[in-house]
C-alpha cells in the first residue's frame, strides 16, 4: 500500500525541467513558431450579439493588397450532430462547427463570420475590414431571465429542451434540465429547527491564461494537414478539427506547443479549422493569432449562474433537507457545466433527504468553456455560504458544523457511488487546528471556512518508457504540460526504474509519435498518464529481469528488481554481479534488442479531492473596499508527487477564486457587446492585492493510484468564493451572496442592512 512505501525521489522538490526554457525565452508557444512562405491570418467578427447573416461579399477583400484567400462558412462541410467525447466541457460536434465559423446566424458579439489570409497581418486585419456582411439584427437575449421568460427570443430556432418528464414539443432557450435526488424532502424540512433560503448569483468569468490562443495549420498534399497549437489536448483539437473539416482524424497531425496557461479554456476549438482551410486555399501556412481583446470577446468563458438554494438544519447542525435549482449560462450553444455543478454542489455531506435540479440555459455569449472543476465553484459558493450562515444563526462553529455532517469513507455519493479513502475530515481537523484558525483576528475583520470537492477523472491515456544505451530514460507522453507534469512523470519514472530523476527527461509529443490521451484536464494527467508511466516502466523492469534470467541461466522467479539493477533472489545458487539498468542498455544489442516499455490504459479509481479554505478580510464600510489581510488553502492531494507544484496549484487556485468573488465579471452592454474585453478593465488579482497564500497539503493516499495520487489541479479554486464572502459577510455584518463583492456591491449590501 502507499501508506507504507519508503520514497526514494517521489515527494521531492527537484528543479522544473522546464524552467529555465521558460525564464530565459528559449520555450517556444503558439504565437512563435515559423514556417517558410507562412500567411497571416485574421478574423472577420460580427458587430452584434444575435443576427441572420444575409449576404456576403468577399469581392472587395480578395483584391486587397496581400490577399491570398478568404474563408466564409460556405467552405466548410456540413457537420452532423454528435457527442463529443472525453473532453473537459463536452458539448456537440454540429454546434462546435457553428461557433468555429457562424452558419446563417451570429449568435453572440464577436462570433466569427470570415477569415483571410493575407501577406502580413496588418493587410489581412485591412482586407476583413473590407469584406461587406448584411445582417438583419434581432433582440439579444443576456441574462437567465431574459432567456427563460415566455415568449424570449429565440437563439436556436431548432432546439428543445432536453431531460423533461415528457419530451419537449416547442423550441426554447432551456437546452436541458439535469435532475436527482433522495429520501423524503417534505419530512426532512419537516424536521428542520432552521432553514436557510437565498438566491445566490455568480458572474461570467474569464479563466485569465496569459497566452492568447494561437495556431498555424499547414495543408500538405493529399489532403493531409498539420497543425501546430497551443492546447490542453493535441488529441482533442485533432479529433474536433477532423470532424469540423470532415476529414479523417488519421489525415490530420498536431503538434503542441507550450503552453502559457488555460485553466480549461484551451481544451476547445476556435482558430485551427479556419487556419487549415485558409492554407488549403492559399496552399500555404497560415498562422493565426487571437488579440486579448478577441480572446474575451470571442473564446468560452465559465459561466454565470443562478442558483436558488434551500436547507434545513436541525439544532445540534445536522442537515435535515436540501434542495436547489442550479441555471447556468451556457452562452450561445448548449453546454455549461451544470452537470459537474449538480454532482458538486451537496457532494461533501451526508443529505438524506435531497433535490437538486440543473438547468442548462442559452444566453447571446460566447459558448461557455471550462475553467477548472468546470461548474463546482458556483455550485459550492451556494451550499458553503448557507452552511456558514446556519452555523451563525445555531451557534456552531463553521468548522464544526461541517464535521458533523461530513462524507466518511464507505458513505455514498450524492452522485452515486461510494467514497473510498477520502480527506474530508482530515482537511476540516486540520483547518481547525490550523495557527490562522486559533489566531485573534483584528478588529473589523471577518472569518470565512468553506470546503472544496471535484470528483475528478481518469480516463484514457498512453505512455512509452525509451531506455537508452547509457541508461538514461525517456519518458514518450501526449499531455501539454500545464501543471507540472513533466516533472511528475519523471519523479515516478524515477521512483518506479529506481534510477536517479536527473537521468530521466519527459517529452510531450505529438499526435502521430504518442500513443493517444485525453485532454490536459479535470486533474486527471498526474493520475492516468502518470499510471501509464509507471506501468510503462513496470514493462521495462520485467524485461530486464528477464534478460537477467536468461544470461543467468535461471527462471525469472528467481531475479528480483532492487535499487535501479536486477539482483538475483536472496538464497538463490547463480555466482553474478546485479545488472543495473546502464548495463542492461549497454548490451541491448546481444539480449534481445532495445528496452521500450509501452502501456496504454483507461484509468478508473480516480479519488474525488477535498479542501478547506480560510478567509480573513476587512471591509471598508465607507467605500466598500475589502482587502483580504489573510488566506489559507488545505487540501487533499493523496500523495503530493512534487510538493512545491502541488502548492502552486493551491495559491493559484485561491488566487483565482478570490479574483472571481471580488473583481472579475464580464460586463455588457444593453446591446450584448461586452465593455471591459482586456486586462485594463477586467480586473485580475495582482501580487499587491493578496497576502501570502498559506498551504498545507493533506496526504490520504488513493488505492486506485500506485503511489496514491490523486489530482489537485481543479479543487483549489471551488472553496475561495464562498470562504472570501463568508469572509466579508462577517465583516460587513450583513449576508452578500450575489458575486462579485465589488465595493458598488458591497455599498449596496450595507445600506440594505
Given at each position: 500500500m502507499s501508506e507504507a512505501m519508503d520514497f526514494r525521489v517521489i515527494g521531492t522538490r527537484p528543479v522544473r525541467p522546464d524552467g529555465v526554457d521558460k525564464v530565459t525565452g528559449r520555450a517556444s508557444f503558439g504565437a512563435d513558431f515559423s514556417l517558410p512562405g507562412m500567411l497571416e491570418g485574421a478574423v472577420l467578427r460580427s458587430p452584434h450579439a444575435h443576427a441572420r447573416i444575409k449576404r456576403i461579399d468577399v469581392t472587395a477583400a480578395l483584391?486587397?493588397?496581400?490577399?491570398?484567400?478568404?474563408?466564409?462558412?460556405?467552405?466548410?462541410?456540413?457537420?452532423?450532430?454528435?457527442?463529443?467525447?472525453?473532453?473537459?466541457?463536452?458539448?456537440?460536434?454540429?454546434?462546435?462547427?457553428?461557433?468555429?465559423?457562424?452558419?446563417?446566424?451570429?449568435?453572440y458579439h464577436g462570433h466569427a463570420v470570415a477569415a483571410v489570409a493575407a501577406q502580413t497581418r496588418a493587410q489581412a486585419l485591412a482586407a476583413a475590414a473590407l469584406i461587406e456582411v448584411e445582417y438583419e439584427s434581432l433582440p439579444p437575449v443576456l441574462s437567465l431571465d431574459a432567456a427563460l421568460a415566455d415568449n424570449a427570443p429565440l437563439i436556436d430556432e431548432a432546439l428543445k429542451t432536453k431531460g423533461l418528464a415528457e419530451p419537449a414539443t416547442t423550441a426554447s432557450n432551456l437546452a436541458s434540465v439535469i435532475e436527482m435526488g433522495g429520501g423524503d424532502l417534505a419530512a426532512g424540512f419537516a424536521e428542520a429547527d432552521l432553514v436557510i433560503e437565498r438566491r445566490y448569483q455568480t458572474p461570467t468569468v474569464h479563466q485569465g491564461y496569459i497566452e492568447p490562443h494561437a495556431c498555424v495549420g499547414r495543408w500538405v498534399q493529399d489532403d493531409q494537414a498539420m497543425l501546430w497549437c497551443s492546447t490542453q489536448g493535441a488529441f482533442d483539437v485533432r479529433s474536433m478539427t477532423a470532424k469540423v473539416l470532415g476529414q479523417p482524424v488519421g489525415a490530420l497531425k498536431v503538434i503542441p506547443s507550450e503552453i502559457g496557461g488555460g485553466f480549461g479554456g484551451k481544451t476547445t476549438i476556435y482558430l485551427e479549422p479556419l487556419s487549415l482551410i485558409l492554407s488549403k486555399k492559399s496552399g500555404r501556412p497560415v498562422r493565426m493569432v487571437m488579440s486579448r481583446e478577441e480572446v474575451f470577446r470571442a473564446t468560452g468563458p465559465a459561466s454565470a449562474a443562478r442558483l436558488d438554494l434551500r436547507m434545513g438544519f436541525a439544532k445540534d447542525g445536522r442537515i435535515t433537507a436540501a434542495e436547489v435549482t442550479m441555471a447556468y449560462e451556457a452562452g450561445a450553444f448548449p453546454g455549461s457545466p451544470v452537470g459537474p455543478g449538480t454532482m458538486c454542489v451537496f457532494a461533501p455531506y451526508r443529505i438524506a433527504n435531497f433535490r437538486i435540479k440543473g438547468l442548462d440555459v442559452l444566453v447571446n455569449k460566447p459558448k461557455a468553456a471550462a475553467y477548472r472543476a468546470p461548474g463546482a465553484p458556483q455550485a459550492l459558493f451556494a451550499t458553503e455560504s448557507a452552511l456558514d450562515e446556519a452555523a451563525?444563526?445555531?451557534?456552531?462553529?463553521?468548522?464544526?458544523?461541517?464535521?458533523?455532517?461530513?462524507?466518511?469513507?464507505?458513505?455514498?455519493?450524492?452522485?452515486?457511488?461510494?467514497?473510498?479513502?477520502?480527506?474530508?475530515?482530515?482537511?476540516?481537523e486540520a483547518a481547525a487546528k490550523h495557527p490562522h484558525y486559533l489566531r485573534a483576528k483584528e478588529a473589523g475583520v471577518g472569518r470565512g471556512v468553506a470546503v472544496g470537492f471535484w470528483f475528478n477523472v481518469g480516463l484514457q491515456s498512453s505512455a512509452e518508457v525509451h531506455i537508452n544505451e547509457d541508461g538514461t530514460v525517456t519518458v514518450i507522453e501526449g499531455n501539454p504540460d500545464i501543471g507540472g507534469s513533466r516533472a511528475s512523470m519523471a519523479l515516478m519514472a524515477a521512483e518506479t526504474l529506481g534510477v536517479p530523476y536527473e537521468?530521466?527527461?519527459v517529452v510531450v509529443a505529438d499526435t502521430e509519435t504518442a500513443g493517444f490521451s485525453n485532454v490536459t484536464g479535470g486533474s486527471r494527467v498526474t493520475f492516468a498518464t502518470g499510471m501509464a508511466v509507471v506501468e510503462a516502466s513496470k514493462d521495462i523492469i520485467a524485461q530486464c529481469c528477464s534478460r537477467a534470467a536468461a544470461l543467468w541461466s535461471t527462471d525469472q522467479e528467481m531475479v528480483e528488481w532492487r535499487d535501479g539493477a536486477v539482483h538475483p533472489r536472496p538464497g538463490v545458487n547463480v555466482d553474478a554481479q546485479p545488472l543495473s539498468l546502464k548495463d542492461l542498455a549497454g548490451q541491448a544489442g546481444r539480449m534481445g534488442g532495445p528496452l521500450l516499455g509501452k502501456a496504454?490504459?483507461?484509468?478508473?479509481?480516480?479519488?474525488?479531492?477535498?479542501?478547506?479554505?480560510?478567509?480573513?478580510?476587512?471591509?471598508?464600510?465607507?467605500?466598500?473596499?475589502?482587502?483580504?489581510?489573510?488566506?489559507?488553502?488545505?487540501?487533499?492531494?493523496?500523495?503530493?508527487?512534487?510538493?512545491?507544484?502541488?502548492?502552486?496549484?493551491?495559491?493559484?487556485?485561491?488566487?483565482?477564486?478570490?479574483?472571481?468573488?471580488?473583481?472579475?465579471?464580464?460586463?455588457?452592454?444593453?446591446?450584448?457587446?461586452?465593455?471591459?474585453?482586456?486586462?485594463?478593465?477586467?480586473?485580475?488579482?495582482?501580487?499587491?492585492?493578496?497576502?501570502?497564500?498559506?498551504?498545507?497539503?493533506?496526504?490520504?493516499?488513493?488505492?486506485?493510484?500506485?503511489?496514491?495520487?490523486?489530482?489537485?489541479?481543479?479543487?483549489?479554486?471551488?472553496?475561495?468564493?464562498?470562504?472570501?464572502?463568508?469572509?466579508?459577510?462577517?465583516s460587513a455584518g450583513v449576508r452578500l451572496t450575489e458575486l462579485p463583492l465589488s465595493p458598488p456591491r458591497v455599498l449596496a449590501g450595507l445600506d440594505q442592512a
Open positions: 483584391g486587397a493588397p496581400g490577399v491570398k484567400a478568404i474563408v466564409t462558412a460556405e467552405d466548410f462541410p456540413s457537420v452532423a450532430a454528435g457527442a463529443i467525447e472525453g473532453g473537459e466541457g463536452g458539448g456537440d460536434f454540429a454546434d462546435l462547427a457553428g461557433n468555429v465559423i457562424a452558419r446563417g446566424k451570429v449568435r451563525e444563526k445555531l451557534g456552531l462553529d463553521p468548522i464544526e458544523l461541517r464535521l458533523r455532517n461530513a462524507v466518511e469513507e464507505g458513505d455514498a455519493a450524492i452522485y452515486g457511488p461510494k467514497f473510498g479513502p477520502i480527506g474530508m475530515r482530515a482537511c476540516l537521468s530521466v527527461r496504454s490504459l483507461n484509468a478508473k479509481g480516480a479519488g474525488p479531492g477535498f479542501s478547506v479554505n480560510l478567509c480573513d478580510a476587512l471591509v471598508d464600510k465607507e467605500t466598500g473596499r475589502v482587502e483580504v489581510k489573510a488566506f489559507t488553502a488545505i487540501q487533499d492531494a493523496g500523495k503530493a508527487i512534487h510538493p512545491s507544484y502541488v502548492e502552486g496549484q493551491l495559491q493559484g487556485g485561491a488566487a483565482q477564486g478570490i479574483g472571481w468573488a471580488l473583481n472579475e465579471e464580464y460586463v455588457y452592454s444593453a446591446d450584448g457587446v461586452m465593455e471591459n474585453a482586456g486586462f485594463l478593465d477586467y480586473r485580475v488579482p495582482v501580487a499587491s492585492d493578496l497576502p501570502m497564500i498559506e498551504t498545507q497539503i493533506i496526504e490520504v493516499p488513493n488505492p486506485g493510484h500506485p503511489y496514491g495520487v490523486r489530482g489537485v489541479g481543479e479543487t483549489p479554486i471551488v472553496a475561495p468564493l464562498a470562504a472570501v464572502a463568508n469572509a466579508v459577510s462577517a
